[in-house]
């Protein structure tokens, strides 16, 4: 009886989703196991909560990695502490749409991810990374290209900055680079002419 119910502590649905509903958790820096257990208590995620605290005391679940975390149905307090103790996050689909400015950009980013706004805008207009890229603040917009980025929630900004940047140089691959030639445009040309389209 004892090992029966300790195995349905431990790997039995405790999450209360139905099926194809999801639970989002928001791991923030300064966020602790408590704070997290506090939030699923709070929105009525757990089915048994005495149930998770021994599970998370037995896996010795002390400390809170960032990210984002999806909760499903079916999930037992093994596969959910697990997934916090490991950080096994699920990405996130960042989109970037057309028309905007710099800072626009930036705001939207920092709407999405971990990320503050100010901290995006800053990289982008960095005077190292903009003589590097031969781009000045009026066209370096043009090295985002619309798209939708699947990235991590907690991702770095520097690791921001380069995933759109190998975005951009992935594009303009030799075919497009001759096909803008063809038409005596540069890249930088080819994405102002498309922005006022």
């Known amino acids: 009886i004892a090992a029966f119910v300790g195995y349905g502590y431990v790997f039995e649905n405790n999450v209360n989703l139905e099926e194809g509903e999801e639970y989002e958790v928001l791991v923030y820096p300064e966020d602790d196991p408590r704070e997290i257990y506090d939030r699923l208590v709070a929105e009525n995620v757990l089915k048994n909560k005495q149930s998770f605290i021994l599970v998370a005391r037995q896996k010795q679940w002390n400390t ?106 992935s594009y303009w ?5 001759a096909l803008a030639k063809g038409l005596n445009l540069s890249p930088l040309e080819v994405s102002v002419l498309a922005s006022i389209v």
Do not use: C, H
């Open 64 to 169: 809170a990695k960032t990210g984002r975390y999806i909760l499903k149905k079916g999930m037992g307090n093994n596969a959910i502490v697990n997934m916090f103790r490991a950080g096994l996050q699920t990405p996130v689909q960042v989109k970037i749409t057309g028309g905007e400015s710099l800072s626009d950009v930036a705001g939207n980013l920092g709407k999405q991810l971990m990320l503050d706004s100010a901290e995006i805008f800053n990289l982008f207009t960095e005077e190292t990374f903009l003589q590097e890229n031969e781009v000045d603040l009026a066209s370096v917009r043009s090295l985002i290209l619309l798209n939708t980025y699947e990235m991590y929630w907690n991702i770095g900004a520097d690791a921001l900055r380069k995933r759109i940047l190998d975005e951009y140089k």
């Open 173 to 177: 691959n030799e075919e497009r680079l």
